[in-house]
């Protein structure tokens, strides 16, 4: 393999889908090849995420800024990459830890490392004349065949993404069409169908939450499920069949000292298991994730023992795409499917290593975007060229999101590339 000698590093605070500030990265190499890639941001985070710097001035962006993260990448990163040569990903990446020092990227911010990282891969690719998805297949070790994950679409918003107004943050729907082309011809016929059911049943306008998701103010959290059935009825559907449905409770966030308030009602972890084992066989869901909250390890192995074998559970807060997490909840049986954010880790590398662990287990891979997203669409290409089961992006509205549905329709029609049943 040729090296990858680094020409020049440039960062530069750019703003997300929520107008606040993000990094963007520029990684030029001394073959003239370049990459450019900025990084998104949550907002239902989980407490183990790696660091994501920002600068805590008041008087710019209520101290959400990123100009300390952006100089990171373009002198601090730069002054330490620039010149070097690079066997590739795993080496530039390594260069980022070793800089940084700290296991969560306190000291450069997990948003300056990522943005670096991205932009190396990009212009790695480059230089291999290679598309993004192939040089991100070509970083894992075990052959396989890129394809195209089964997206997961936000319907309902609810959450810290919609206000509260329901404690369950996302109600998706998982179209089982096979093709990239069919599933987003159904997900958006369901999405306008549930958008003039709000109108006539909420008397709501098409008012959507951050990640473009419907957030009416159901009476119950039963009507979310409910609406969500009708809609895929009158688009022409089969609920259950032709679309099913998905939750992210993200239940960390209504989570208490000795228990869960949901709407109200104090739960006890067991209770809570029960309400979801409820709806799981209702309305027949494909996946429940953060079913639990990110510390309730003790009763993960129950919900995962009771539901795993129907469902997929998912853990996001939980596990923060971290290997030592995953290594936990893989020994005490706690989840059986990965949401993977590269930017609760911080760097391509490390992601790659979580992705391998959740493959190594036999999990489903989900490949996930953030609330705080960015117009850039390499997700699509890393769901891609990792082999993602699935791909968690937001609604079908808000060019944020539809960048990387529209790579995937791209890599579909143009590339060749196919879902997987
Ligand atoms: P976040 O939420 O990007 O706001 O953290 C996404 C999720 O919980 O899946
Ligand atoms: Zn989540």
Redesign the pocket.
Same mark, same amino acid.
């Given at each position: 393999m040729t090296e990858l000698v680094v020409r020049e590093l440039r960062g530069l605070e750019i703003l997300d889908s929520r107008g606040r500030p993000t990094v963007l990265a520029r990684c030029v190499l001394a073959s003239g090849a370049s990459g450019r890639a900025s990084v998104p941001s949550g907002a @239902?985070r989980g407490a183990a995420e790696a660091h994501e710097l920002r600068d805590g001035d008041p008087r710019r962006h209520r101290g959400l800024g990123c100009q300390r993260a952006a100089a990171h990448v373009g002198t601090t990163i730069a002054d330490a990459v620039v010149g070097r040569a690079f066997a590739g990903q795993a080496a530039f990446d390594a260069a980022l830890l070793a800089l940084d020092g700290s296991s969560s990227l306190t000291y450069l911010g997990a948003n300056a490392t990522l943005a670096a990282s991205l932009a190396f891969a990009r212009a790695a690719a480059a230089a291999a004349r290679q598309p993004l998805y192939a040089y991100a297949a070509g970083l894992v070790a075990a052959p396989h065949t890129p394809r195209l994950p089964r997206p997961m679409i936000n319907l309902f918003s609810g959450g810290k993404h919609a206000g509260g107004q329901v404690p369950i943050? !996302?109600l998706l729907i998982v179209p089982q069409a096979d093709s990239m082309a069919a599933i987003l011809e159904q997900a958006t016929a369901v999405f306008h169908c549930a958008a003039e059911r709000c109108a006539t049943r909420y008397g709501m306008r098409l008012l959507t939450a951050d990640e473009g998701g419907l957030a009416p103010p159901f009476p119950a959290l039963e009507a979310m499920f409910d609406d969500a059935g009708e809609a895929i009825v009158r688009a022409g559907l089969r609920p259950g069949r032709d679309v099913r449905l998905a939750i /992210?409770v993200?239940a960390s966030h209504f989570a208490t000292a000795d228990g869960y308030v949901l709407r109200d009602a104090p739960l006890t972890s067991r209770q809570l298991i029960d309400q979801l084992a409820r709806w799981a066989a209702d309305y027949a869901l494909a996946s429940i994730? !953060?079913g639990l909250a990110e510390d309730d390890w003790e009763h993960w192995p129950a919900l995962c023992t009771q539901l795993g074998d129907r469902l997929v559970v998912i853990g !996001? /807060?939980l596990l923060c795409t971290n290997p030592g997490r995953i290594a936990r909840a893989r020994d005490a049986r706690a989840a059986n499917g990965l949401?993977l954010k590269v930017n609760q880790i911080g760097t391509l590398s490390q992601a790659l290593h979580a992705r391998q662990m959740a493959a190594g287990a036999g999990w489903q891979l989900v490949i @996930?975007a953030r609330s705080g997203e960015t117009e850039d669409d390499w997700l699509a290409d890393l769901a891609v060229g990792w082999a993602g089961d699935q791909i968690k992006v937001g609604s079908v509205t808000q060019s944020e999101r539809l960048a990387k549905y529209n790579r995937l329709l791209e890599l579909e029609a143009f590339d060749g590339l196919c879902l997987m049943r």
């Open positions: @239902s943050q !996302d /992210d993200a994730e !953060d !996001d /807060d949401l @996930s």
